[in-house]
């Protein structure tokens, strides 16, 4: 892996770029060369194997990497590719040192990329930016915290701090985060879900009861039926993968709704297993559906409609006792405007009929997604209608069957269980109020959006991010850096340097803190935490690795060393819980359902599951039913000339962590900066592989007259077999694209999987690092 460590020069922007064609296969032998040898170059030989030898083992740490579960049978390496690059990224030997940030002022950072940024290695010491200073310079703790403490106590109302936490938080940390915040007086708790899941949780909750997914590891291997819509497992969930294959040979379908040909998607070889090895691995996807972008919600009523002509896969007793408003969604459904849906979906009638057929044929169904379905303007009518479909067929709440939203940071469906919500239930303030003999704020409080939007009109006026990089995985970037360069306070609790210390307040802290791979020691000696995963399972993970510096505080002391300066008197033993977090775990016992006994349970292999109603059909909804829906038909529109671009993840970044300069499965090497376009959509707009040209974004704001332009200078056009009228690039290096208002309706997430571009001739021979 090249790092451009030692260069201090900006280095001029992809010129090792080369374009080649995607691998056949995902993963195989290849994929377990590519990981041990980013693990070597980050940590030496011996360090990378004792490492990797802890990862999603009943005695180790949980991978960071993401949230896929592990299994019960835990074979020995139980990692991926993309699970060991980012253990390779937070167990790095690398360090920032306070003579780094002297070296370095904090405009010449802003200038840097993520990439240059992350491979410094991990933060050492609290760093505070004075008022007016050009260079962060060492503090030490007490002074970071007295500082950010001060200010806190100095707001006039609480609502002026903002809370961020990302998804790797522990539960045991996002608890006490959580607690501190709301005896403060505030629910400002964005969070990254805010960007992520917040449409499937909004759509779900609603229609059965729980924003959560109700599949478990062994319904997949029971389904007959899984489809996997907007994911792209072979880089995000790899361990998925050694899943699918393991349906695919017990003869489940399998089948794709993407418009990109995802390559994990159609052939995988498992190097885990001896064919995996040396066979010619499993041919995933029996069909694959290049859906038009956003047009999944078109698709699921076309599907709802055949199936409501065949009347006979309709569970009528299950719809009869377990759901309500099927006659309208009957009666909704009961025609079908073809052209209409052929133009939403880009699919054929003879392709929609095809995968009803694989409905139909299905004696169980699985339907999982991503990223792909929650990022639209629609997204929430549009995973509504996956609901429906599965509904009919009484496919949520038996053996081989439900809803499988794949989460993305490894804790991040913890971190909501914790009470990371910005919009809390009364259930869950009435109980934290009764443990700790408070009054938790009733208000709602900001998401990410809205957030950016209050430091925008100088209504917030301090941030505190728990982790992940807010500034650059937000959308709007002009828009959001210069909202948050307006606040007073920028704080960062951060394992490594990002671009989001960069862009400071008037006063900035970085507070490193340790990672899930090390040794957490307080005075009660090693602490262990716990986490949830994609599918309600809860299991401790133990850090094992010597502190990245002495000075590392865990996010729980920092935490608890914060709550104990601003909030002394609130009658929480701040203190004891920092030592002892088997006291955290009691609190949480007490506060959230599904957690008895948890100090006992999380002791059994692989953990516990939390309970959910939905899975034992007994739905928490309005009506104690499952909840069919009748959605108006959103179809984007892209005017002649315009592409809808989707902004995604390469194969070598986690997030705004960049690992490395290549997309091993798009075949795009040593570059980022490259849009994919269908070939026919080139020949069309009169451009040609290989041209550099500008993304211009075009958007109207409600009730305006004129569109608002943004420019994201200088990429390679890729011709790439994506859907017509579809384009692909990555985040964030497109942030700079997606227009803050354009959020999902109901959930307010960024619609970062359809913003209208179009193309123009490069306006510059350079480009910006990032
Ligand atoms: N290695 C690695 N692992 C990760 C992450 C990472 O960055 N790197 N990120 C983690 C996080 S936080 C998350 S949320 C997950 C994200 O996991 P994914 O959702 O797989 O990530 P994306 O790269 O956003 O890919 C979106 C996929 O949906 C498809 N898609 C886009 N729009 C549509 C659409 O309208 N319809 C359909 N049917 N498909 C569409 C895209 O072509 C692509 O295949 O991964 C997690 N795991
Ligand atoms: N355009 C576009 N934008 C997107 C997306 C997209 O698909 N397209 N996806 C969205 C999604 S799904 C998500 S989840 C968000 C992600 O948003 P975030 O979660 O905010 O971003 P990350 O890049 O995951 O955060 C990486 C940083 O987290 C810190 N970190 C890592 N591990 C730890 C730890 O253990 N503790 C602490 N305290 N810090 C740690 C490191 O400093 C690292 O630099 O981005 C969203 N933004
Ligand atoms: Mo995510």
């Given at each position: 892996?090249?790092?451009?460590?030692?260069?201090?020069?900006?280095?001029?922007?992809?010129?090792?770029?080369?374009?080649?064609?995607?691998?056949?296969?995902?993963?195989?032998?290849?994929?377990?060369?590519?990981?041990?040898?980013?693990?070597?170059?980050?940590?030496?030989?011996?360090?990378?194997?004792?490492?990797?030898?802890?990862?999603?083992?009943p005695d180790?740490?949980?991978?960071?990497?993401?949230a896929?579960?592990?299994p019960?049978?835990?074979?020995?390496?139980?990692?991926?590719?993309?699970?060991a690059?980012?253990?390779a990224e937070?167990?790095?030997?690398?360090?920032?040192?306070?003579?780094f940030?002297?070296?370095?002022?904090?405009?010449?950072?802003?200038?840097?990329s993520?990439?240059?940024?992350?491979?410094?290695?991990?933060?050492?010491?609290?760093?505070h930016?004075?008022?007016?200073?050009d260079?962060y310079?060492?503090?030490?703790?007490?002074?970071?915290?007295d500082?950010?403490?001060?200010?806190?106590?100095?707001?006039?109302?609480?609502?002026?701090?903002?809370f961020?936490?990302?998804g790797?938080?522990?539960?045991?940390?996002?608890?006490?985060?959580?607690?501190?915040?709301?005896?403060?007086?505030?629910?400002?708790?964005?969070?990254?879900?805010?960007?992520?899941?917040?449409?499937?949780?909004s759509?779900?909750t609603?229609?059965?009861?729980?924003?959560?997914?109700?599949?478990?590891?062994e319904d997949?291997?029971?389904?007959?039926?899984?489809?996997?819509?907007?994911?792209?497992?072979?880089?995000n969930?790899p361990?998925?993968?050694?899943?699918?294959?393991?349906?695919?040979?017990?003869?489940a379908?399998i089948?794709?709704?993407?418009?990109?040909?995802?390559?994990?998607?159609?052939q995988?070889?498992?190097?885990?297993?001896v064919?995996?090895?040396?066979?010619?691995?499993?041919?995933m996807?029996?069909?694959?559906?290049?859906?038009?972008?956003?047009?999944?919600?078109?698709?699921?009523?076309?599907?709802?409609?055949?199936?409501?002509?065949?009347?006979?896969?309709?569970?009528?007793?299950?719809?009869?006792?377990?759901?309500?408003?099927?006659?309208?969604?009957?009666?909704?459904?009961a025609?079908l405007?073809w052209?209409?849906?052929?133009?939403?979906?880009?699919?054929?009638?003879?392709e929609?009929?095809?995968?009803?057929?694989?409905f139909?044929?299905?004696?169980?169904?699985?339907?999982c997604w991503?990223?792909?379905?929650t990022?639209?303007?629609?997204?929430v009518?549009?995973?509504?209608?996956?609901?429906?479909?599965?509904?009919l067929?009484?496919?949520?709440g038996?053996?081989g069957?439900?809803?499988?939203?794949?989460?993305g940071?490894?804790?991040?469906?913890g971190d909501?269980?914790?009470?990371?919500?910005?919009?809390?239930a009364?259930p869950?303030?009435?109980?934290?109020?009764?443990?700790?003999?408070?009054?938790?704020?009733?208000?709602?409080?900001?998401?990410?959006?809205?957030?950016?939007r209050?430091?925008?009109?100088?209504?917030?006026?301090?941030?505190?991010?728990?982790?992940?990089?807010f500034?650059?995985?937000?959308?709007d970037?002009?828009?959001?850096?210069d909202?948050?360069?307006?606040?007073?306070?920028?704080?960062h609790?951060?394992?490594k340097l990002?671009?989001?210390?960069?862009?400071?307040?008037?006063?900035?802290?970085?507070?490193?803190?340790l990672?899930?791979?090390?040794?957490?020691?307080?005075?009660?000696?090693?602490?262990l935490v716990?986490?949830?995963?994609?599918?309600?399972?809860?299991?401790?993970?133990?850090g094992?690795?010597?502190?990245?510096?002495p000075?590392?505080?865990?996010?729980?002391?920092?935490v608890c060393?914060?709550?104990?300066?601003?909030?002394?008197?609130a009658?929480?033993?701040?203190?004891?819980?920092?030592?002892?977090?088997?006291?955290?775990?009691?609190?949480?016992e007490?506060?959230?359902?599904?957690?008895?006994?948890?100090?006992?349970?999380?002791?059994?292999?692989?953990?516990?599951?939390?309970?959910?109603?939905?899975?034992?059909?007994?739905?928490?909804?309005?009506t104690?039913?499952?909840?069919?829906?009748?959605?108006?038909?959103?179809?984007?529109?892209?005017?002649?000339?315009?592409?809808?671009?989707?902004?995604?993840?390469?194969?070598?970044?986690?997030?705004?962590t960049?690992?490395?300069?290549?997309?091993?499965?798009?075949?795009?090497?040593q570059?980022?900066?490259v849009?994919?376009?269908?070939?026919?959509?080139l020949?069309?707009?009169?451009?040609?592989?290989?041209?550099?040209?500008?993304?211009?974004?075009v958007?109207?704001?409600?009730?305006?007259?004129?569109?608002?332009?943004?420019?994201?200078?200088?990429?390679?056009?890729?011709?790439?077999?994506?859907?017509?009228?579809?384009?692909?690039?990555?985040?964030?290096?497109?942030?700079?694209?997606?227009?803050?208002d354009?959020?999902?309706?109901i959930?307010?997430?960024p619609?970062?999987?359809?913003?209208?571009?179009?193309l123009?001739?490069?306006?510059?021979?350079?480009?910006?690092?990032?």
């Amino acid at each position: 892996m090249g790092h451009t460590t030692s260069a201090d020069q900006p280095q001029p922007v992809d010129k090792d770029l080369s374009v080649g064609q995607p691998p056949a296969y995902a993963a195989g032998v290849p994929a377990v060369v590519r990981a041990l040898r980013m693990s070597v170059a980050q940590m030496g030989v011996g360090r990378a194997t004792r490492t990797l030898l802890h990862v999603n083992q009943p005695d180790g740490f949980d991978c960071p990497g993401c949230a896929w579960p592990d299994p019960s049978d835990t074979r020995r390496a139980e990692f991926c590719e993309n699970g060991a690059k980012a253990v390779a990224e937070e167990a790095t030997t690398r360090r920032v040192t306070p003579e780094f940030f002297a070296e370095h002022s904090i405009e010449q950072l802003r200038g840097r990329s993520d990439h240059w940024l992350g491979s410094q290695g991990r933060l050492t010491t609290p760093m505070h930016r004075p008022a007016g200073a050009d260079h962060y310079v060492p503090v030490s703790w007490d002074a970071a915290l007295d500082i950010l403490a001060n200010h806190l106590r100095a707001l006039d109302d609480p609502d002026e701090a903002v809370f961020y936490t990302s998804g790797r938080t522990s539960n045991e940390a996002a608890f006490v985060y959580q607690l501190f915040v709301r005896a403060f007086g505030t629910n400002n708790l964005p969070d990254c879900s805010n960007m992520c899941h917040e449409s499937s949780g909004s759509a779900l909750t609603e229609t059965i009861g729980v924003g959560k997914g109700t599949v478990s590891l062994e319904d997949l291997e029971q389904a007959e039926l899984i489809v996997i819509a907007g994911q792209n497992p072979a880089t995000n969930h790899p361990r998925m993968l050694s899943t699918l294959a393991a349906a695919k040979e017990r003869g489940a379908v399998i089948v794709a709704i993407n418009p990109l040909p995802e390559v994990g998607l159609k052939q995988f070889k498992d190097p885990q297993t001896v064919k995996g090895v040396v066979g010619g691995g499993v041919t995933m996807a029996d069909d694959f559906l290049q859906v038009r972008l956003g047009g999944d919600q078109a698709l699921f009523q076309a599907v709802g409609h055949l199936l409501l002509q065949h009347e006979a896969s309709i569970d009528h007793d299950f719809v009869a006792a377990h759901t309500s408003g099927f006659e309208a969604y009957a009666a909704a459904r009961a025609s079908l405007d073809w052209p209409l849906t052929e133009r939403a979906t880009g699919l054929t009638r003879a392709e929609i009929e095809g995968l009803a057929q694989r409905f139909i044929d299905s004696g169980a169904t699985v339907v999982c997604w991503a990223m792909g379905l929650t990022q639209h303007r629609h997204s929430v009518p549009m995973i509504r209608e996956v609901v429906n479909v599965l509904l009919l067929q009484g496919n949520i709440g038996r053996p081989g069957a439900g809803v499988c939203p794949v989460r993305g940071h490894s804790n991040v469906q913890g971190d909501r269980t914790m009470g990371i919500y910005e919009k809390p239930a009364e259930p869950f303030l009435a109980a934290l109020d009764r443990e700790f003999a408070m009054t938790s704020p009733r208000e709602h409080g900001l998401d990410v959006v809205n957030a950016i939007r209050a430091f925008r009109d100088h209504r917030a006026k301090v941030f505190v991010g728990m982790g992940g990089n807010f500034v650059r995985a937000t959308p709007d970037t002009a828009v959001t850096e210069d909202a948050l360069s307006q606040a007073d306070l920028t704080v960062h609790v951060s394992t490594k340097l990002n671009g989001s210390h960069a862009v400071v307040g008037r006063e900035a802290l970085i507070l490193p803190t340790l990672g899930r791979t090390e040794r957490d020691d307080q005075v009660t000696g090693p602490q262990l935490v716990t986490v949830e995963d994609s599918m309600s399972m809860v299991h401790a993970s133990h850090g094992r690795l010597k502190p990245a510096a002495p000075g590392l505080l865990s996010e729980v002391a920092i935490v608890c060393e914060l709550a104990r300066r601003v909030l002394p008197d609130a009658g929480i033993d701040w203190v004891g819980l920092r030592g002892d977090y088997r006291r955290i775990r009691g609190h949480i016992e007490q506060v959230v359902p599904g957690f008895e006994e948890f100090e006992k349970r999380i002791t059994e292999p692989g953990g516990f599951r939390l309970p959910s109603g939905a899975r034992e059909r007994a739905f928490a909804t309005a009506t104690s039913r499952a909840q069919f829906t009748v959605n108006a038909l959103h179809v984007i529109d892209c005017p002649p000339g315009h592409l809808i671009l989707q902004t995604v993840r390469s194969h070598d970044q986690y997030n705004t962590t960049i690992y490395g300069l290549d997309d091993h499965y798009r075949g795009i090497k040593q570059g980022r900066r490259v849009v994919l376009v269908n070939p026919s959509d080139l020949e069309e707009l009169g451009f040609a592989d290989g041209d550099h040209v500008d993304l211009v974004s075009v958007w109207r704001d409600a009730g305006s007259d004129h569109d608002q332009e943004r420019r994201a200078v200088r990429f390679r056009v890729v011709a790439y077999p994506t859907a017509r009228g579809c384009a692909a690039a990555y985040f964030p290096e497109t942030n700079v694209l997606v227009p803050l208002d354009s959020t999902a309706e109901i959930s307010n997430t960024p619609a970062s999987k359809s913003v209208i571009i179009r193309l123009e001739a490069a306006s510059s021979t350079t480009a910006p690092q990032r």
